[in-house]
């Protein structure tokens, strides 16, 4: 197994392995891995979806996705991010990660890590960026820092509150459901977190679901996000990874946010599998 350094900004790649068959030792030195690279790519991963999630079990509980119509067939641990339509219906996620994000960040307990599985792509288009979310805060202007010092980000799943993003034109019709009927109730969580292994400390805010700051109007708020926002778009804080069949990327939602750039060609499917585990409480 070979480990090497991807970006400036963050991420490794693990190649020679099989994840479907490794031992304990080799389970501990890639969690050694993703805690110093944040994100990891193992190449050649021919994964059924059993497979991945008993990877995925191994370094905590495979959570079942809220979006329950994405679900894969076979196993609800398994939620689709596709484009691919059966009889007219899209099966998966069309939209997921239109906007920076760590995943599920508005709920109470976010999720720890995901772990995403290329299983068909495009010929152009479908990158994903990821933001080194500890170099974020390492580089944030002082004058911002202490404004959100002992601050909490308020997280909504619910786009219609969020003045940032769009409902996707698919959604339009069934956005009250999807977004507001179902979503979970905000999640408030430190703007400066502390990673639970590392003891880093991480900016925890993101445009997808960061819509304001807890005690603080939203005239005063906004241009705080605003500034972090743009902060957090610096490419000496990211990685943009082109996708080949066969790439399984865990990356660690405690110290990273990510970014689906879209881009794919009328026609084309890209259509991959996801597991995410659960999170503790930010603090
Ligand atoms: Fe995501």
Request: net charge negative; aromatic share 8%.
């Amino acid at each position: 197994m070979e480990v090497t350094r991807l970006s400036f900004a963050l991420g490794a790649e693990v190649t020679g392995i099989d994840v479907s068959d490794i031992d304990a030792a080799t389970y501990d030195v890639i969690h050694e891995a993703f805690l110093e690279h944040q994100i990891l790519v193992f190449c050649d991963q021919d994964l059924t979806p059993q497979q991945q999630i008993k990877f995925s079990e191994h370094y905590g509980e495979v959570e079942v996705h809220l979006a329950k119509d994405h679900l894969h067939p076979e196993t609800d641990k398994v939620i689709l991010i596709s484009n691919k339509r059966v009889d007219g219906r899209y099966i998966g996620a069309v939209s997921a990660g239109d906007y920076w994000h760590s995943d599920l960040s508005c709920q109470a307990q976010p999720n720890l890590a995901s772990f995403l599985l290329a299983r068909e792509l495009p010929a152009e288009g479908g990158d994903t960026g990821f933001c080194n979310q500890y170099a974020a805060l390492e580089t944030l202007p002082d004058d911002l820092r202490q404004q959100i010092e002992g601050r909490n980000g308020i997280h909504t799943f619910n786009r219609m509150r969020n003045p940032r993003v769009k409902v996707p034109e698919m959604h339009k019709g069934d956005a009250k459901m999807r977004y507001a009927d179902r979503a979970p109730p905000d999640g408030i969580h430190p703007i400066i977190r502390t990673h639970p292994e590392t003891g880093r400390k991480a900016l925890y805010v993101a445009h997808r679901f960061t819509v304001g700051i807890e005690n603080m109007p939203d005239e005063e708020s906004r241009p705080i996000l605003d500034a972090i926002f743009e902060h957090q778009l610096n490419d000496e804080l990211i990685y943009r990874h082109k996708w080949q069949l066969g790439d399984m990327i865990m990356w660690d939602n405690r110290c990273t946010t990510h970014h689906a750039y879209g881009g794919i060609p009328a026609g084309q499917i890209r259509h991959m599998h996801r597991t995410s585990l659960i999170g503790d409480v930010p603090f």
